[in-house]
Every structure is written in structure tokens, then in C-alpha cells.
């Protein structure tokens, strides 16, 4: 069975920064996709960031230039560093992977939440 294990979230002012861990049971070393989702209060879950082929990570336009997707193959983990925080990135973030290359995401999280306060 996969299990997704976040940590790292918090409570910051903006202009703060967090960075989120997801612990894996599936390795981090193939070019299964891995990202980070988002949901905050009565919106829908967004995507932010993911990691694939190569390594390379694709971002929302909310976040690109201020997070970073990053993963650890030796640790099986996966992180993604959150700088220069709005108070709009508030939610709860979920990491999530899937089976291939392709970003299915058919394994997820239970979510690690994140606060920034004005």
C-alpha cells in the first residue's frame, strides 16, 4: 500500500516561508509524477506544483518565482519550499503521486495545513 505522509505546515506572517515534506513508500528516484495540490475553504483543490521526467518542475502561475518542487530519491521524499508567503497561499496542501510518468495521481495524502496571516 503507498502512503503519502505530509509535514511542514504552519503558521506564518506574509512574507514568510515554509517548506513542506511528503514521506513516500514508493520510491522518489523514477520519473513518477509527484505534486502538491491545494484546497482552500470553500474553493476547489488547484494544483501547484509538480516533478516528473527529468526532474523538472512544472508551477501554477500563483506560485511561480516563490515555491520551489524538489525531491529527495535517497529519502523518498518529497518537499516543496514556499517563500515570499500571501495570505492567499492559505490551505490545506496535499502531496500526491502516481503509478508512472503520467500525472494520474492515484495515491494522495491527508494534508498538512498552512496559515498566513497580513
Known amino acids: 500500500q503507498v502512503r503519502l505522509v505530509e509535514s511542514g505546515g504552519g503558521s506564518v506572517q506574509a512574507g514568510g516561508s515554509l517548506r513542506l515534506s511528503c514521506a513516500t513508500s514508493?520510491?522518489?528516484?523514477?520519473?513518477?509524477?509527484m505534486g502538491w495540490f491545494r484546497q482552500a475553504p470553500g474553493k476547489e483543490r488547484e494544483g501547484v506544483a509538480s516533478i516528473g521526467r527529468g526532474g523538472i518542475g512544472r508551477y501554477a502561475g500563483s506560485v511561480k518565482g516563490r515555491f520551489t518542487i524538489s525531491k529527495d530519491s535517497a529519502k523518498n521524499t518529497l518537499f516543496l519550499q514556499m517563500n515570499s508567503l500571501k495570505p492567499e497561499d492559505t490551505a490545506m496542501y496535499y502531496c500526491a503521486a502516481s503509478a508512472s510518468g503520467a500525472c494520474d495521481y492515484s495515491f494522495w495524502g491527508q494534508g498538512t495545513q498552512v496559515t498566513v496571516s497580513s
Open positions: 514508493i520510491t522518489t528516484a523514477s520519473d513518477n509524477c
